[in-house]
Each structure stands twice: as C-alpha cells, then as structure tokens.
C-alpha cells in the first residue's frame, strides 16, 4: 500500500476496423508503496500526416485513426510521441489493445490488458494493484498516465479499473522521459478515455456474470447532439470483482462524460469529467510454508528455493504452496481498501492555420484512498504458525495542472518537417497518514490452515505532507530528408521541486524535515526511420530517462539517496505490413542500463544495487489471411541482471521472465444465419524470482483460455431497433493450472497465485 517513508512496498491484436477520435490527456495511474506521487507529465499531442503541405489533425488532444491492421499499427498512440505518429511511423516499440480487442480478448480490468502484449507481465499486488512488468523493470519502473498525465508513482496512485470506459490502452517500451517524465524507465501504459465521436448516435450495453459470482454492467453513448457542433461520450458502468480468495473482492463503480463544441471549422472547445469508486477487501497473497510443515499437501511447480522470515531472519525452506490454503486470505477481519477519484478537464483545439495547430488543457484531480490491513505474513519454523502485522494507509491528494501543445508543419530546405512543442505546469499535492507505531509490527500470529482472522487494533497514524511543483519544456522535431529516410529528435528539460513536512505519532517531528529539494533533469530521444518500400520501415533509436535513486519522489527524504538514477536505451527494429493491410510483424533488439539504483530488501529497507542491465529480442505478427480468420502471436526474450552490486551482482530483478509466449487464434462462420465465431489464446511466462535475493523462485507456467461468439442480427431480435445483440462464452485458464503469478517484492514470503478454472456468460447490445 502506498506508504509515505522509505518504504517500498511493493496485444494481441484487434482484428476488426474501428475508428476512433482522439482523446484528450489524463492523469496516471498511481501506486501504493512508498509516499511517492508526481508531477504530472506531457500530455501526447498529434498532428494529422503531411501531405504535400502537412496539416494538423483537428480535435482534443488527438489520438488514434483507424486501427485496420492486425497489430493496430494504424492508430496514433498519443502517448509514444508528441509528433502525431502512427505506431508503424514511430521509431520505438510501441503497442495499441483497442476496445475491440478488450472485449474479443475478454480483458475485464488493466491489469488484464497485459496479457496479449509482447513481454509484459502485470499483477494486481494489494497495495499497487494495476502494475506492470515490462523490459527487466517493474512496478514504479513502468510509467502509469491516464490520457497521457502522470500523477504520481504506480505504486502509490494506482487502482483496479475496468477497460468499459477505455478507448485504447498504450504500451510504450524502454526508458521514455522524453515524453513522460519521472519514472519511464521499463517503458508507459497509457489509458486512453472513450471520446466523441460525430455522427449519428450510437449506444451499447454490456453485462456478464462468471462463477466467482463476478458481475460487470456497463452503458455507453456517444455521437452529435441536435445542437450544430456540439458532440458528447457518456458512459457507466459498476462492477463487482470476485477473487477466489475467501472475503477477497472489489466494486468498482465509474461515470464519464465529455463534450467536444465544434465554434467553426478551426476552434474546438471540450470539457470532461470522471468520477470512479472503488471499495472492498484485499488478498495480499498466500504465505510460502516447508515442504516439511505441508507434507503431502505441498504443490509442486508453483514455487521453488528458500525464503527469508521478515520478522526474524530465519530460512524458510524448501518452499511450497500448501494446497489446504490456495484460497485461504490471512487479513484481518476489519480489514478495508478504498478510493474516490474525480477528473475535470477542459481545453481547446485551435487550427491557425493549414501547418499551425495549438492545444490547451487545464486539469484538476483529487483523490482519496484507504488501506487498513495485516499485509506482511511469514511462516515461522519454529512455531509453525503464521506471523503477522498491521498497517494503514491514508491518502488525499489534489493535481492542477496546465499542457499547452503547439505542432507546426513545415519545410526545411524543401525538405518536409514537422515541429512539436509542449509547455507544461502542475503542482501535486498529498497527504500520506499511516500507521506509524514500530511495536505493532508483528501483531500476532494464526494458524496456517485455519487462521482466526482478529482485528485490526488502534491506528496510530504518522503525517507526511508533500508538493511536488513541476515546469517543463518538451521539443520534439521529425525532418523527412528524404521520402524514405527521416531523422527524428528531442528533448525535455524539466524544474522539479519537492517540498515535504510532518510529524510522527508520538509528536516528534521526523528527522530531516521539514526540506525541499529542486531537480533539473534533461532528457533526449534520438532516432532514425529508413522505408525502402512502402510498409516496411527500419528503425534505431536512443533514449535517455531518469527516477529517484532510493525511492518514489514523495519517500525522498535527506536521509535517502537525493540523487536522481539515469538510463538509457539502444534500440533497433523492423515493422513490416502487407499491401492488403491483412499481415503484419514487428521485431526489435534493445539494450538498457540504468545507473545509481537501489532496490528493496523488505518493505522498509533499501540498499545499493548500483546498475540494472537488460537486454532483449521482442518478436510480435498477427495475419488474417481470410475475412473469418484471425491468427496471431508473439515471443519476449529477456536477459536482466544487477550489475556492479556487492551481494546481488547477477540477480535477476523480481517479476522478470526471461520468455513470454503469447499466441491465438479464432475462426468465424459467417455464412450462418447468426454468425459465431470460435477461438482461443494460450500463454507462457517463464521462471521468475520472487524478490532480489532470487531465493525464491515463481515457476514456469501455461494458461490457455477459450471462447465463442454468437451475433443475433437486429432482424431476429424483439426490438428492431437493435442494430445486433452479442452473446458470448468464455472459458478462462481451460487447464485449471495452478501457478503464481504475481509478487510484490516488498513482501518476500507471499506470492499471488493465479485464477482456477472459470467460466463466464456476457451478452452486449448495440443500437
């Protein structure tokens, strides 16, 4: 859960043309751990392709075209480039999950949108749940923004939400400052809202239920209203997420509108908001217990190695899942997670001119979330029970913040160019209140197979206060020398300050504070595009980005690292698609290295790692060689190591899988009366290591899912209004496989096993 010391807790491919219009920015998602919350960052402007006399494209901050290729690499992921390039233009690796793939692939929350993607891995960890693995990094490593704001460290601001209200998720890989600031290390995951479309009014409603008792309902509409100009995006939905972890759940609730007001053909105006909630209880993962303890109830290929007690140091091992406890949840009684968060955004879209487009946006988020748990559990050899603790967490938080964008096409010596600017402000405000009394830690002790839930007890709440004020200056410029070969650069020059008080539980003041510190980090993005032939393009790029050495920016304390790490990567790679736009693959080789990190012994403790070095092969291709077949894959491999560090020299950081599989398959029988379609995607992750000592390793594992569709066509519904109705099935992990699938490093005698077997019954409409 997000703490406020240095505490660190913790594509497949859309197949079917959509269109969609683009969105404007928004804030990130957040984390739990450490009290660390951000500036927010840039937000992704886009100008339309150049034509002989390049023009920018119209609408709030843009986003997407038509995504008509299996890998999407015709949509514009805003938040890979301030340019306005679609992904094949974009000299990086970049990755689009479309709405349309959301719904085929049955991804019900973020976390879940991960798991068609090339060489990520994601894991919704109690105190940071939505966070991501991508490239040898993971957690705060990896960028969370919400229509391309940050506001803050994933671990701290993070939340389960559901992809109902989402147009497109963006996966951005490699250090990326240029573009995101604080923390693009392992690369972005940009949430991209539904926006409004002109035409027609379009509505939908979804709904499904599972075996866990999972309910999800959703309602959305969008189109031109009878006010000449004016277009409008509503949309609700709630849902109840059922773990198979006893009194484990979550409800989510969320409303979003926007308005987009058209005052001519140059200037557009828009206003949004989004309000979500979330309640219920949490499942901070199963306790690791001796093959001796579990006997002939220990499980095998889940875990493997030895684990350390947090509490007392002694050597829990050999390790095992017990199988009288893959459902059991250690929490207390009283335990609770929540959060409430609003969004207001407003802005315009002026067209000067044919080469001269400028964006604005002013935002305001406020949020307020809770944690009251027993989070950490350790098996203890000697008694052979379950130690625990207690922790609470409380935040309330308010971002302002202003993105101006101004994009300009023009020539340079006859030679096409096109120049993106953005000048961006916020201030991040956060209060971190948390249980602060060190002799409540362990709180207690339960029994492995039938633990007595108890209470929480009295909190006793430390204060942190911080304010994160943030200015920075983005360029970024592409010059076509020639058709065939375009240079592409930028930079990001950015005035951070961090200004922190408090006061401990006791009334004491903490040490060091209150103090402020300013930072001036400067990041750069380099590349070339060469296109011999039209639709395959070449690429090489380097890049640079930059994070807290010890901490998130709001754990930074004196008695910390105040020093910011530096990395960077070295990328190169081939996008290719066929003429007919029905096959289309992407490879790409990188090298990174970060500099001045520390890494997490436990969740209070942190110790000098030195260097991260990874190094990998990503390998994406997707083809529908005929109109009702759908065929696609994709295989990460991943070296990472920590480098230059006294005791973990050659570690492999947690939650890094040196292969990823994915691949799937579906086929649709068109010429039916009510066409179905039938498919089905398997998933391999390799070995990974629970925490960086490595002495505790996830194994291997493979999961497969299955489903059907059938489409009534509106001319066999009640209602002729109907244009079709859906009516699916899906069948989730088909092989039952028990696996761990998760880990927060912070917590190293617990993992976070995956789902059983699931079955699941969703209808949708459309009119």
Partial sequence: MAAAGPVSAQTPQQLNPVTVTPPTPRPSAVQRGSESRGPTKRVRRAARQPAPAPKPVPGPPPLAATAATPLNSSVIAGSASLLGLTVH????????????????????????????????????????????????????????LYNGIWIGPQDITSRVMDTAGLQQVEFVKGPNSIMSGLATIGGSVNYVS??????????????SIDTLGTYRTHYGSGGSTTLPGLDYRFDVSSSRLNSFIDGDYQQLNNVSGQLNYRVNDSFKVFGAVDYKRDDGRAYWGTPLTTTTFSGPFSTHGVVAGTATNTFDGSTIGPVTVDSRTLKTNYNVADDSTGAHELWLRGGFE????????????????????H?????????????????????????????????????????FFGMENRLATQVSVSRNDIQFRQEGNPDTYPADSVDVINPTPGLYGIPQPNIRNSRLDNAALSVEDRLKITPMLALIGGIRVED????????????????????SKTWNPVSYRGAATLEPVKGLLFYGMYATAYDPAAAGIFSVTPGTSLELTSARIYEAGAKIISDDKRAEATVSVYDIKRNNVYVALTNAVSTLAGQVHTQGVEFAAAVRPIDNVKVWGNVALTQSRYDDFDVQTGNTPPNIAPIIINAGASYRFNEWRWPVEIGGSVRHVGQRFLAPDNL??????????????????????????LEKMRVSFRVRNVTNTLYAAWSDPGYPDQVYLGAPRTFELSASARW
């Avoid at 349309?100 to 919704?124: I, K, N, P």
């Avoid at 050899?381 to 300009?408: C, E, L, P, Y």
Wanted: no cysteine; aromatic share 12%.
């Fill in 496 to 515: 951070l300050t961090l200004s922190r008080d408090g006061l401990n539980f006791d009334g004491t003041v903490p040490a060091g504070q209150p103090f």
């Fill in 89 to 144: 233009e974009t000299p990086a690796t970049v990755e689009v999950v479309s709405q349309q793939q959301m719904q085929e692939q049955g991804y019900r929350t973020t976390t879940e949108t991960a798991q068609g993607a090339t060489g990520v891995l994601s894991g919704d960890a109690a105190g940071a749940p939505a966070g991501f693995s991508m490239r040898g990094f993971t957690g705060s490593e990896v960028t969370t």
């Fill in 696 to 721: 505790t390793m996830m194994l291997p594992y493979t999961t497969g899912d299955l489903f059907a569709f059938v489409d009534v066509p509106g001319r066999d519904l009640w209602w002729q209004g």
């Fill in 371 to 411: 944690w009251y748990d027993s989070e950490t559990y350790a098996f203890n050899t000697g008694t052979s029970m379950i130690d625990r603790d207690r922790f609470f967490v409380t935040h309330k938080q308010r971002v302002v913040g202003d993105n101006t964008d101004v994009i300009w096409n023009t020539s």
């Fill in 194 to 207: 539904k926006q409004p479309t002109t035409g027609p009014i379009k509505s939908e409603l979804d709904g």
């Fill in 350 to 369: 002026w067209n000067v001119n044919d080469s001269l487009t400028v964006r604005n946006q002013a935002y305001e988020f406020g949020a307020k979330r």
